[in-house]
């Protein structure tokens, strides 16, 4: 005797929000008057008073969520010190600086290492070109660090040597992702059995070469995988506490995916900011192990 045919309705897993710490900047001085990446316009002319408003929206949701808001002071002639994932990278209590690329973002490293020192974090001034947490994520506990743009394959070691993990260096290719955190988002850093690290993180795999996609595939095997039109509104340039998942209203296939995932996104709109190349990511970095 068959068995009637049974629909197995399936459910996404439950997701658990962890408290976060992070770091922000008051985009006071915001504006776009030079070009170091594909995104930034000078002709075109930028709002301060709106990008206030929709940082405002994005400190206050975190706020909200239960995480912990630190404010570096703005500094006139930085406007791009509203991209704080760029000052830094920090684990344990310990904060490895930046040394940006390019001489306009240069005067940005020592406000941002003067304010770990003042917290309590043990400050490690870089040798080599990196640009924090735009090009290390942590997943885990290893590190991924994006190479070709900004930081450079030199700082990749430097970073496993401050901080005795593992780091996976990736390859970006296309200039619009110029940083890795435009081109993944980790959503919930847990690490799986046997060697194989099942972190949620997404992605978009043309941003990168086709070595660094293996790569990815290889450990990241349950990743989501987005599309170029939610990466080009710079979908991937996100904020995780494990559950909620703040991203621009403007991916909405991102968003769709992270339902189907048990996540829950939340829609925080940063269009003016898109103007200097940063999104949500860019204005948030992760405080981990303050004192």
């Given at each position: 005797m068959s068995l009637p045919?049974?629909?197995?309705?399936?459910?996404?897993?439950?997701?658990?929000?962890q408290r976060r710490t992070y770091l922000m900047c008051r985009p006071e001085h915001f504006t776009v008057s030079y070009t170091i990446n594909p995104w930034m316009e000078p002709a075109n002319p930028t709002d301060t008073s709106l990008a206030l408003?929709?940082?405002?929206?994005?400190?206050?949701?975190?706020?909200?969520?239960?995480?912990?808001v630190h404010l570096i002071d703005p500094v006139e002639g930085l406007p791009d010190m509203v991209y704080t994932a760029n000052g830094g990278f920090l684990i344990d209590g310990t904060a490895y600086g930046p040394k940006f690329r390019y001489?306009?973002?240069?005067?940005?490293?020592?406000?941002?290492?003067?304010?770990?020192?003042?917290?309590?974090?043990?400050?490690?001034?870089?040798?080599e070109v990196n640009e924090g947490e735009g090009d290390f994520l942590l997943v885990g506990d290893t590190i991924l660090a994006g190479t070709g743009f900004r930081s450079t394959g030199d700082s990749h070691r430097e970073v496993a040597e401050v901080f005795g993990r593992e780091?996976?260096?990736?390859?970006?290719?296309?200039?619009?992702?110029?940083?890795?955190?435009?081109?993944?988002?980790?959503?919930?850093?847990?690490?799986?059995?046997?060697?194989?690290?099942?972190?949620?993180?997404?992605?978009?795999?043309h941003a990168f070469d086709e070595r660094s996609q293996e790569i990815l595939a290889a450990r990241y095997p349950d990743?989501?995988?987005v599309s170029d039109d939610d990466g080009a509104v710079f979908g991937l340039n996100?904020?995780?506490?494990?559950?909620?998942?703040?991203?621009?209203?403007?991916?909405?296939?991102?968003?769709?995916?992270?339902?189907?995932?048990?996540?829950?996104?939340?829609?925080?709109?940063l269009?003016?900011?898109?103007?200097?190349?940063?999104?949500?990511?860019?204005?948030?970095?992760?405080?981990?192990?303050?004192?």
């Open positions: 045919n049974v629909a197995v309705e399936h459910t996404a897993p439950v997701r658990i929000a408003r929709q940082w405002q929206t994005l400190y206050d949701t975190y706020l909200e969520l239960g995480h912990e001489q306009e973002r240069a005067a940005e490293a020592g406000p941002f290492m003067e304010w770990f020192a003042a917290h309590g974090y043990d400050v490690v001034e870089p040798v780091v996976v260096s990736l390859q970006l290719v296309d200039p619009r992702f110029y940083h890795l955190d435009t081109a993944i988002a980790v959503l919930d850093p847990v690490e799986g059995d046997g060697g194989v690290e099942r972190a949620n993180i997404a992605y978009l795999p990743a989501i995988l996100s904020a995780s506490d494990g559950r909620n998942v703040i991203i621009s209203p403007r991916a909405t296939g991102f968003e769709a995916q992270l339902r189907e995932r048990g996540y829950h996104p939340v829609l925080i709109d269009s003016e900011l898109l103007l200097g190349g940063g999104g949500i990511k860019c204005c948030t970095l992760e405080l981990r192990g303050r004192r």
